[in-house]
């Protein structure tokens, strides 16, 4: 929106000539780095302005977590702190993407839509836990039918919109980015072993994100640390995101050049601040909870982004943290079921080293500095071609 009016009528009207220092200033508009940083900037303070209010208003609906009562005895106090802040989330995100970035962009609206809907898919199943007094909320064949449809709409997306006309630059390649290999020289598509065809990347984007959006959920246990890594995480997409839109930095690293993608630098950047917003009232003692709505649309986004910038590969590399929190719950339950033994003292993996004797606030700051150490992982690999 402000893209518009500052850039396209402001500045092209009375700065493009020179005739006022004041209005040609305003020509750093258009570089999607000036707009990133300030989208980051904005969402920050709408979560910081807006956070305590969302949390008034969460707590005269009665909007209270129920606490597992198998999990830490620590946790027991928690009982009734707000949840479904992930609203404040979704809010600060959207408004800060819409003010920012140039709203022309199929992809954008793709990362926002999908985002949207698994925030969704989350709150209905808050809302019917908290309001319907049903403990395990939606079931988790519902849970699932949901996600199975919005990734099947961001691949109808792909596949009906953004490859229509066929000859378009905007055609999504419908092959797969792996990490470590170099591209091939030819440019037909068809050709590459990378290449998977549309009907085979429909069950890997749906693979994907019901992947990212329940692994965020999962890890989401501990005051500050979903969101915490959701930070760290969302840091090193913007960079990859921006890198994978420009050009130059797209052909020197030998990425899949998606020049469309560039707004989605900004639309992750207003993730990068709206989680530092929320951290302020997340962080220990938690005054607020995420809740489904929050850890479902996070990862939906994480997923959306890496499948829309060819990055879907070096997905478990940024949210490094979230795959070990998912897979610790699986390995648990498969343990169980074979041999009617659990692996850990309690799953996901975060409760395991609280039972073990960790402090709640010490286990979020390890897990913090491996996700900043998977982050660093995934910006190296850049050059691991």
Same mark, same amino acid.
């Given at each position: 929106?402000?893209?518009?009016?500052?850039?396209?009528?402001?500045?092209?009207?009375?700065?493009?000539?020179?005739?006022?220092?004041?209005?040609? /200033?305003?020509?750093?508009?258009?570089?999607?780095?000036?707009?990133?940083?300030?989208?980051?900037?904005?969402?920050?303070? %709408? &979560?910081?302005?807006?956070?305590?209010?969302? %949390?008034?208003?969460?707590?005269?609906?009665?909007?209270?977590?129920?606490? !597992?009562?198998?999990?830490?005895?620590?946790?027991?106090?928690?009982?009734?702190?707000? $949840?479904?802040?992930?609203?404040?989330?979704?809010? &600060?995100?959207?408004?800060?993407?819409?003010?920012?970035?140039?709203?022309?962009?199929?992809?954008?609206?793709?990362?926002?839509?999908?985002?949207?809907?698994?925030?969704?898919?989350?709150?209905?199943?808050?809302?019917?836990?908290?309001?319907?007094?049903?403990?395990?909320?939606?079931?988790?064949?519902?849970?699932?039918?949901?996600?199975? %449809?919005?990734?099947?709409?961001?691949?109808?997306?792909?596949?009906?919109?953004?490859?229509?006309?066929?000859?378009?630059?905007?055609?999504?390649?419908?092959?797969?980015?792996?990490?470590?290999?170099?591209?091939?020289?030819?440019?037909?598509?068809?050709?590459?072993?990378?290449?998977?065809?549309?009907?085979?990347?429909?069950?890997?984007?749906?693979?994907? @994100?019901?992947?990212?959006?329940?692994?965020?959920?999962?890890?989401?246990?501990?005051?500050?640390?979903?969101?915490?890594?959701?930070?760290?995480?969302?840091?090193?997409?913007?960079?990859?995101?921006?890198?994978?839109?420009?050009?130059?930095?797209?052909?020197?690293?030998?990425?899949?050049?998606?020049?469309?993608?560039?707004?989605? $630098?900004?639309?992750?950047?207003?993730?990068?601040?709206?989680?530092?917003?929320?951290?302020?009232?997340?962080?220990?003692?938690?005054?607020?909870?995420?809740?489904?709505?929050?850890?479902?649309?996070?990862?939906?986004?994480?997923?959306?982004?890496?499948? @829309?910038?060819?990055?879907?590969?070096?997905?478990?590399?940024?949210?490094?943290?979230?795959?070990?929190?998912?897979?610790?719950?699986?390995?648990?339950?498969?343990?169980?079921?074979?041999?009617?033994? !659990?692996?850990?003292?309690?799953?996901?993996?975060?409760?395991?080293?609280?039972?073990? /004797?960790?402090?709640? &606030?010490?286990?979020?700051? !390890?897990?913090?500095?491996?996700?900043?150490?998977?982050? @660093?992982?995934?910006?190296? $690999?850049?050059?691991?071609?």
């Amino acid at each position: 929106m402000l893209y518009y009016f500052l850039y396209e009528i402001v500045f092209k009207q009375y700065g493009a000539g020179g005739e006022s220092y004041i209005f040609k /200033g305003l020509n750093v508009i258009q570089y999607v780095t000036f707009r990133t940083a300030w989208a980051v900037i904005t969402a920050l303070l %709408i &979560s910081l302005l807006l956070g305590s209010k969302v %949390i008034k208003k969460l707590e005269a609906l009665k909007f209270g977590q129920e606490i !597992r009562e198998e999990g830490p005895e620590s946790h027991k106090a928690k009982k009734g702190t707000p $949840t479904m802040g992930g609203v404040l989330i979704l809010g &600060s995100v959207f408004v800060s993407t819409v003010l920012w970035a140039r709203m022309d962009s199929l992809y954008l609206w793709l990362a926002l839509g999908a985002t949207t809907l698994f925030g969704l898919i989350g709150f209905a199943d808050d809302y019917i836990k908290i309001v319907k007094k049903r403990n395990l909320g939606l079931t988790g064949k519902q849970k699932l039918l949901g996600q199975v %449809i919005v990734a099947v709409g961001v691949w109808g997306a792909l596949y009906f919109v953004a490859n229509y006309p066929l000859n378009s630059v905007a055609n999504y390649p419908w092959n797969i980015s792996i990490p470590f290999i170099k591209a091939t020289a030819d440019p037909n598509p068809f050709t590459s072993i990378s290449w998977v065809g549309p009907w085979v990347y429909l069950g890997f984007i749906i693979f994907i @994100l019901l992947g990212s959006s329940n692994a965020v959920n999962l890890t989401d246990g501990l005051d500050g640390l979903a969101i915490s890594v959701t930070f760290i995480a969302m840091s090193a997409l913007t960079g990859l995101t921006y890198i994978t839109s420009d050009g130059r930095w797209a052909e020197y690293l030998d990425l899949t050049h998606k020049p469309e993608a560039a707004e989605l $630098t900004i639309f992750c950047g207003a993730m990068v601040g709206a989680s530092l917003g929320f951290l302020w009232f997340n962080a220990p003692k938690a005054e607020v909870f995420m809740g489904d709505v929050g850890s479902l649309a996070i990862g939906g986004a994480l997923g959306t982004v890496a499948i @829309l910038t060819k990055q879907e590969f070096m997905l478990p590399f940024v949210g490094g943290v979230f795959i070990i929190e998912a897979l610790s719950v699986m390995i648990q339950v498969t343990s169980f079921k074979l041999t009617g033994k !659990r692996v850990f003292k309690m799953s996901p993996i975060h409760h395991h080293f609280e039972l073990s /004797g960790w402090k709640e &606030s010490k286990v979020v700051f !390890r897990f913090v500095i491996i996700a900043i150490l998977f982050a @660093l992982l995934s910006l190296s $690999t850049l050059k691991l071609r």
